[in-house]
């Protein structure tokens, strides 16, 4: 189990204990991961690459074949951490038998544009103030590379992720891997039409936006994502 990025990591942190704890009820080993530089994981967040948290997806894939052996693997990962288990998935060996991919991020500029129009967002709730007025008493505007949300995306992280512009389903499904999609409704028109045999597609019909602090008022474990869960086994 993979996490998102900033603060979709913190606000989704209970469907991970929660999940987790479901799975293991079921008799699962369960291995949830921080990447280098994020929660308890060592690391500068700064210095991080995409392609540097596909390694540490790939090493946990080899800790849990050793933990589970002769037991088939599933993953789940929100956000850009399923987008990391997209990648990952296509290198991994023996390949996972299923994939659940969470709001992943397929477009990386759409997906920059959102954390900064939600740190504006979250600025003007906390200080009962528009943007404007707030750029006017001094306020800094965000901009990436650079540290929105209290987070900080680096230079090789930013750069990878402004190129992301679809998720490998064509390659995962040649492999064999199940993937379960779940996207809100904007994004599922764009994907009906073109999805491989292997790709299940699950449309959130009430998604939540996990970079606002309005997520915290939130039941913010959503009972979809068990269900699809444990659904895959």
Request: aromatic share 4%.
């Amino acid at each position: 189990m993979c996490r998102p990025f900033g603060q979709e990591a913190v606000r989704t942190s209970p469907i991970y204990r929660a999940g987790s704890d479901r799975l293991a009820r079921e008799g699962c080993t369960v291995l949830a991961i921080d990447h280098h530089g994020c929660g308890d994981s060592p690391g500068e967040l700064e210095t991080q690459t995409l392609d540097g948290w596909v390694g540490d997806s790939i090493a946990a894939h080899a800790q849990l074949l050793a933990d589970a052996p002769g037991k088939p693997i599933h993953w789940f990962g929100m956000g850009i951490g399923a987008t990391v288990l997209a990648q990952a998935a296509l290198i991994a060996e023996p390949a996972p038998r299923c994939v659940v991919l969470w709001e992943p991020v397929i477009d990386g500029s759409r997906y920059m544009a959102r954390l900064i129009a939600s740190h504006r967002e979250d600025l003007c709730r906390e200080m009962g103030r528009p943007w404007n007025q707030l750029l006017a008493l001094g306020e800094a505007e965000p901009v990436l590379p650079g540290s929105v949300l209290g987070f900080t995306l680096g230079a090789g992280l930013f750069a990878e992720v402004e190129r992301l512009k679809a998720l490998p389903l064509a390659a995962l499904s040649a492999r064999g891997i199940r993937v379960v999609l779940a996207v809100a409704p904007a994004e599922r028109d764009g994907l009906a039409g073109d999805l491989p045999p292997q790709v299940t597609l699950h449309s959130i019909e009430s998604p939540i936006n996990w970079m606002s602090t309005v997520a915290l008022g939130t039941a913010i474990v959503p009972q979809e994502i068990p269900r699809t869960l444990l659904g895959t086994l």
